[in-house]
């Protein structure tokens, strides 16, 4: 494939999406409609209409991906594998028939969903419980200076969190405060000051296509070539 | 403020031209062969997620990061001869990532050993359901190796737990401050907030994506002047910092 068409087009789309995008949120560019709002506020909304298209295409990509994956697992009889398969495709078939046939907001569409996918879903997430617990087991262990400090930190803030230790010592309840208001949220706040700047880097990088990972490994040629190492 | 980061990045893409900035090293991406190769003896695929993510929402930039990553390790484990399986959540992403995949394996000169509808699997795009997926996943094929850098929520503890259990080293990056401390404290490596975007110029060892980082730092230099200033200003009075940044 030609770097035209693997790099430069791609890139090229990217930065003119990029710079309409970045226009309509941070500048009102004229002219301006009767409503205040400016034309590129049109355009974007188009894109994120063709997004809304795509994303839509690329499910029926997904859902053509699970039926041949898991028929290929039934016509093997892959060990411990093909029973849910046959499970999945059946579960998949009822959801788009009663989905197709009475509309997804219907009565029947809901009830199933509620009684089947919520129902589970809110199992799942209540074993989250029992894998904090496992995790904080193993967490909690005196093995180095950090893990101690780790160690007597969760040990306040556990304690704090018990009613009754809470009642007995309220001196806790300051010393949880004082760490989850100010020694956790401060730390939480240098990640997120981070996070964005490392977000704005890597849009400037990938709207100037020096960040290529969405379009695969290149070589430095097909980057762009410049570079030393 | 926005104006003058990027005015640091795109200077120093230029200055770093002529020499490749140092890198802090990242323990978490220099494991990355080691873990396949953990995989390639231990005869057992790894495996790749993303987390939640998909291209349009705020944590877009989390998902690319993790892409540039996913690129990175489909090659390693094609020049290995190691299995590696991708779980999707968003349907959006499996064109992009069957691409960037099939090309590493192309690069590796190993285009035959891979097989899209296997390696690059659709699960859900509800999120409880993705999680019970790629823990069926960890279960059945007990991957040797776990790769998850992206955005994570609830599901970021029953993968790393389960992972765990079956006995995976695994590598996690996020920048969603409420899930680090789960992945740090049951995860091998661990990459924090900003180390996932950078992980994409790291791997490449490009000096001009390394010369954004560098012009990052700048950018966090400059804000941690204005926190101090601002901190020692409202001491004193005043409200010219709050002002001046229109807080």
Same mark, same amino acid.
């Given at each position: 494939m030609s770097t035209t068409l693997k790099k430069t087009i791609p890139v090229a789309i990217v930065f003119v999406v990029a710079m309409l995008v970045m226009l309509d949120y941070f500048i009102v560019t004229p002219p301006v409609d009767v409503a205040g709002k400016s034309w590129t506020s049109g355009a974007v909304k188009d894109l994120q209409n063709w997004g809304i298209v795509l994303t839509a295409f690329a499910l029926g990509f997904g859902a053509v991906n699970l039926f041949y994956f898991h028929s290929k697992h039934i016509s093997r009889r892959t060990p411990d594998q093909w029973m849910f398969s046959i499970w999945l495709l059946i579960v998949i078939v009822i959801f788009t028939a009663i989905g197709v046939f009475t509309g997804p907001t219907s009565d029947q569409y809901n009830w199933l969903y509620n009684a089947s996918y919520f129902a589970l879903s809110a199992t799942v997430y209540s074993s989250l419980g029992f894998y904090m617990t496992s995790g904080l087991y193993r967490a909690l262990r005196f093995k180095n200076v950090e893990s101690g400090i780790f160690l007597v930190v969760g040990l306040v803030v556990l304690a704090r969190n018990a009613p009754a230790l809470a009642v007995y010592f309220p001196v806790l309840g300051t010393w949880g405060s004082f760490i989850s208001g100010v020694l956790t949220t401060s730390a939480q706040r240098g990640i997120m000051i981070g996070g964005a700047l490392g977000a704005i880097s890597l849009g400037i990088r990938t709207m100037t296509g020096r960040e290529t990972g969405f379009l695969g490994k290149m070589t430095e040629e097909e980057r762009g070539g410049g570079g030393t190492a | 403020m926005l104006i003058l980061i990027w005015i640091f990045i795109l200077g120093n893409m230029e200055t770093a031209k002529k020499q490749l900035p140092p890198f802090r090293k990242l323990t978490g991406l220099d494991a990355l062969p080691e873990m396949v190769g953990r995989a390639a003896e231990m005869n057992r695929p790894v495996h790749f997620t993303t987390g939640l993510g998909d291209l349009t929402g705020s944590v877009a930039p989390q998902l690319v990061a993790g892409l540039a990553v996913l690129a990175h390790v489909s090659e390693i484990c094609a020049n290995y001869g190691v299995k590696?399986?991708? /779980?999707? *959540? #968003?349907?959006?992403?499996?064109? !992009?990532?069957? %691409?960037?995949?099939? %090309?590493?394996? @192309?690069?590796?000169?190993? +285009?035959?050993? =891979?097989?899209?509808?296997?390696?690059?699997?659709?699960?859900?795009? %509800?999120?409880?359901?993705?999680? /019970? &997926? @790629? #823990?069926?996943?960890?279960?059945?094929?007990?991957?040797?190796?776990?790769?998850?850098?992206?955005?994570? *929520?609830?599901? /970021?503890?029953?993968?790393?737990?389960?992972?765990?259990? !079956?006995? +995976?080293? #695994?590598?996690?990056?996020?920048?969603?401050?409420?899930?680090?401390? =789960?992945?740090?404290?049951?995860?091998? *490596?661990?990459?924090?907030?900003?180390?996932?975007?950078? &992980?994409?110029? *790291?791997? /490449?060892?490009?000096? #001009?994506?390394?010369?954004?980082?560098?012009?990052?730092?700048?950018?966090k230099a400059v804000v941690l002047i204005l926190i101090i200033l601002g901190v020692l200003a409202t001491a004193a009075g005043s409200s010219i910092i709050v002002d001046l940044l229109g807080m």
């Open positions: - | 590696i399986i991708y /779980s999707v *959540y #968003q349907a959006q992403v499996m064109p !992009i990532a069957t %691409e960037l995949m099939k %090309e590493a394996y @192309v690069k590796a000169g190993k +285009s035959e050993e =891979f097989q899209a509808e296997d390696q690059v699997r659709y699960l859900s795009g %509800e999120q409880f359901a993705y999680a /019970s &997926a @790629v #823990q069926g996943i960890a279960e059945r094929e007990r991957p040797a190796a776990n790769i998850m850098i992206g955005p994570f *929520y609830a599901e /970021s503890m029953l993968f790393a737990e389960t992972f765990n259990r !079956i006995g +995976s080293i #695994q590598l996690a990056g996020t920048a969603r401050g409420y899930q680090i401390p =789960f992945f740090a404290v049951i995860c091998d *490596y661990l990459l924090i907030g900003e180390e996932i975007y950078a &992980a994409g110029a *790291y791997l /490449s060892k490009d000096p #001009q994506q390394a010369g954004t980082i560098r012009g990052q730092d700048y950018g």
